[in-house]
């Protein structure tokens, strides 16, 4: 199946929300600090074969088929659907899915995989008595998975009603002279209520504090929120209004230190702007994706790796976090899961 060979890890329709003119699109790479300026979008966010074969693609593109008018929607009327209802199901899989297809995503699943099978390899009695493998450095080798993000999206899916816990408002950019910016990894897990604990995952999908982000277009951002640990100042309509051009700096600030290299700008940005924040924010992008902690015992090992989201600490001044949850000291602030019934 030839028409499935480019296949893309951020769909078309959603980068033609920040498109304009004739099918272009403003993007600044961040590994090479290059802007580019009015290029095509349709050839954005693509490799070939990046799932593996022509199902998966064909798949993706089927369920695309649904999400992509309903958030196209979202985003025309500015309205989020009802909270538990099929569209906002939909809606909690058109997210966990963009979250988990990236190239990043496939990365961040590659180092987990390799530390994992260092850590495995270091214990086996074959490199240490086995004159061929004696003396192997592993750290230069990479143990990888082919199409990883493929598997990502085969384990994340499924737990997406998870995201049932947080509450949902749409950002709206629409009164400041700053608009919203996307990547090629737009969907942002982040915890400004963890921020500063190091060593142990604080965005999984059950975490306490969860935030996630996603622009969909200049104009408008979803965010999902833990409502137990944060309240949304001033305004308790899910349209959210951004107050301040700082605002909607701070929602930008995610997405440059979440990108894998490439950010997306629309035409009606002050690019200077933008660069000005780019340039603020590059020295505190993800580096390092997963921490590996090995427990030794006598019968064994015990591994557990943890996923490191944004450690910069990005003030979102629209949130704040309720007086319960700050009574919550620092070190007790990871680790723990919802289960909210």
């Known amino acids: ?27 600044y790479q961040l590994s090479k600090e290059k802007l580019l300026q009015k290029i095509p979008y349709e050839p954005q966010c693509q490799k070939d074969n990046f799932y593996g074969g022509a199902e998966i693609e064909k798949a993706l593109s089927d369920l695309e088929c649904k999400v ?93 009603p998870i995201l049932l816990e947080l509450e949902a408002r749409l950002l709206s950019a629409e009164h400041t002279s700053s608009k919203f910016i996307t990547s090629d990894n737009p969907v942002v897990f982040y915890n400004q209520f963890a921020t500063g604990v190091t060593g142990e995952s604080v965005i ?8 996630v982000f996603w622009p969909i277009s200049p ?72 921490d590996t902690q090995t427990f030794d015992h006598s019968k064994g090992a015990f591994i557990v790796f943890n996923n490191l989201g944004i450690k910069a600490a990005v003030k979102l001044e629209f949130v704040d976090i309720r007086k319960s949850a700050r009574k919550i000291p620092k070190g007790q602030r990871s680790g723990h899961s919802r289960n909210r019934e």
Not at 12 to 20: D, G, T
Not at 204 to 211: A, E, P, R
Not at 272 to 281: G, L
């Open 1 to 27: 199946m030839a028409e499935y060979k480019n296949q893309h890890y951020v769909p078309r329709a959603f980068l033609k929300l920040f498109a304009f003119g004739n099918k272009q699109i403003n993007a």
């Open 68 to 160: 992509i008018p309903l958030v196209v929607g979202i985003e025309k009327n500015m309205e989020i659907p009802s909270h538990g209802g099929e569209q906002y199901l939909d809606l909690l899989a058109a997210i966990t899915l963009q979250y988990a297809r990236t190239v990043a995503s496939g990365n961040k699943l590659d180092q987990l995989f390799d530390g994992f099978m260092k850590e495995i390899a270091k214990r086996d009695l074959r490199f240490q008595q086995e004159p061929a493998l004696k003396g192997i450095n592993l750290d230069n080798f990479r143990v990888g998975l082919h199409n990883p993000a493929t598997f990502a999206i085969g384990s994340l899916l499924p737990l997406c």
């Open 204 to 211: 999984g999908l059950s975490s306490v504090g969860l935030m």
């Open 219 to 290: 104009k408008a951002t979803l965010l999902l929120f833990d409502p137990v640990v944060y309240r949304m100042l001033g305004n308790p309509n899910e349209v959210y209004p951004m107050r301040c051009n700082g605002d909607v700096d701070a929602v930008n600030k995610l997405q440059i230190l979440n990108a894998h290299d490439l950010l997306y700008i629309s035409d009606h940005l002050d690019l200077d702007r933008i660069r000005k924040i780019i340039k603020k924010s590059t020295p505190h992008r993800i580096k390092k994706f997963v």
